[in-house]
């Protein structure tokens, strides 16, 4: 323990070290903005059984809908000695996953339903960096900031919720000592794909009556998604999506037509693009009769053929 405490503070003082790795700046952040002392022995701190029910209502449906993945994952991981977690954008533990001989073990950690994960409260840990970076992190065993985590493995990605805003992380720890770096990488390859799931489940749900558009925009594993209303006009777009296409990380939309978003600017504009889009999905429905889309149109057959010829439809 004394030497994982002299390593931190000598990590922090030196003045490259916080610049080139995010460890090293998680550290800082620890002692600097939150305060918090390596040594520490004593064990997260735990909101009470009211203060839990009224985190878990504030997450809505996430909860609902992360419940089968995190039994999917944990089916994948839980022989292996690995609790599952799911916490809240604040880093209290919401809901878990263990087996029952270790369940005292994470609970000893503070692995439990209701402690607080936190960088402010903990440290440098998965949970607390993940939440505080938005990013994908493993933190590997003396990695962690308090000498009394550095038996623990910890490989998180953060859910984003449909508006754009964090909602929370999903853990995998283990306090196995013989689980390597190249097993914790795999590990988190399988976080960050769970984690995905439950972002596009819950925008999913949470834009059910609208028409979900898989934007793939560049190589990016972050969920690429659209809602996009009866009109054209996008409604709805997952953080990934709003990372790509400059629409602010979160909060409401200014409306877009997706065909624009898109990069779809070939051909008609305005209303000749609504004209034609209308013309073509008559002349679908009609199997290409044009006097059966005219009449569906409410238009004579000549009008139909005018516009056609006006907005560059073939009559075949």
Same mark, same amino acid.
């Given at each position: 323990?004394?030497?994982?405490?002299?390593?931190?503070?000598?990590?922090?003082?030196?003045?490259?070290?916080?610049?080139?790795?995010?460890?090293?700046?998680?550290?800082?952040?620890?002692?600097?903005?939150?305060?918090?002392?390596?040594?520490?022995?004593?064990?997260?701190?735990?909101?009470?059984?009211?203060?839990?029910?009224?985190?878990?209502?504030?997450?809505?449906?996430?909860?609902?809908?992360?419940?089968?993945?995190?039994?999917?994952?944990?089916?994948?991981?839980?022989?292996?000695?690995?609790?599952?977690?799911?916490?809240?954008?604040?880093?209290?533990?919401?809901?878990?996953?263990?087996?029952?001989?270790?369940?005292?073990?994470?609970?000893?950690?503070?692995?439990?339903?209701?402690?607080?994960?936190?960088?402010?409260?903990?440290?440098?840990?998965?949970?607390?960096?993940?939440?505080?970076?938005?990013?994908?992190?493993?933190?590997?065993?003396?990695?962690?900031?308090?000498?009394?985590?550095?038996?623990?493995?910890?490989?998180?990605?953060?859910?984003?919720?449909?508006?754009?805003?964090?909602?929370?992380?999903?853990?995998?720890?283990?306090?196995?000592?013989?689980?390597?770096?190249?097993?914790?990488?795999?590990?988190?390859?399988?976080?960050?794909?769970?984690?995905?799931?439950?972002?596009?489940?819950?925008?999913?749900? $949470?834009?059910?009556?609208?028409?979900?558009?898989? &934007?793939?925009?560049?190589?990016? %594993? +972050? *969920?690429?998604? !659209?809602? @996009?209303?009866?009109?054209?006009?996008?409604?709805?777009?997952?953080?990934?999506?709003?990372?790509?296409?400059?629409?602010?990380?979160?909060?409401?939309?200014?409306?877009?037509?997706?065909?624009?978003?898109?990069?779809?600017?070939?051909?008609?504009?305005?209303?000749?693009?609504?004209?034609? $889009?209308?013309?073509?999905?008559?002349?679908?429905? &009609?199997?290409?009769?044009?006097? %059966? +889309? *005219?009449?569906? !149109?409410? @238009?004579?057959?000549?009008?139909?053929?005018?516009?056609?010829?006006?907005?560059?439809?073939?009559?075949?």
């Amino acid at each position: 323990m004394k030497e994982h405490v002299e390593t931190v503070f000598r990590t922090v003082e030196s003045r490259s070290a916080p610049a080139v790795s995010r460890i090293a700046a998680s550290w800082r952040r620890s002692i600097e903005r939150h305060g918090l002392h390596p040594g520490e022995e004593s064990a997260p701190s735990r909101v009470d059984g009211s203060q839990l029910r009224q985190r878990r209502d504030r997450t809505g449906s996430l909860l609902q809908i992360a419940a089968p993945k995190l039994d999917q994952l944990f089916g994948l991981v839980g022989q292996s000695g690995c609790t599952v977690v799911l916490t809240d954008a604040e880093g209290v533990i919401l809901d878990q996953r263990c087996t029952a001989a270790d369940q005292d073990a994470f609970e000893h950690w503070g692995l439990a339903q209701g402690t607080d994960w936190s960088e402010a409260s903990v440290g440098t840990n998965g949970v607390g960096t993940c939440i505080a970076e938005e990013r994908n992190v493993i933190v590997h065993r003396d990695e962690h900031f308090l000498a009394r985590n550095v038996a623990m493995s910890c490989m998180d990605a953060p859910i984003y919720a449909p508006d754009g805003h964090i909602a929370g992380a999903l853990d995998v720890s283990s306090a196995r000592s013989d689980q390597t770096e190249a097993f914790n990488r795999l590990i988190a390859a399988m976080v960050a794909q769970t984690a995905r799931q439950i972002e596009v489940d819950t925008f999913r749900a $949470a834009f059910s009556g609208s028409r979900i558009v898989y &934007a793939e925009k560049d190589s990016t %594993e +972050a *969920a690429m998604l !659209l809602a @996009v209303d009866a009109d054209d006009i996008v409604i709805g777009a997952t953080r990934g999506a709003r990372k790509a296409f400059g629409l602010g990380a979160y909060g409401p939309l200014t409306p877009m037509p997706a065909s624009d978003l898109l990069g779809r600017e070939d051909g008609p504009t305005g209303f000749e693009k609504a004209e034609r $889009a209308a013309v073509m999905r008559a002349l679908a429905r &009609a199997k290409g009769n044009v006097s %059966e +889309a *005219a009449r569906g !149109l409410g @238009v004579g057959r000549a009008t139909l053929y005018r516009r056609m010829k006006r907005l560059g439809i073939g009559d075949n």
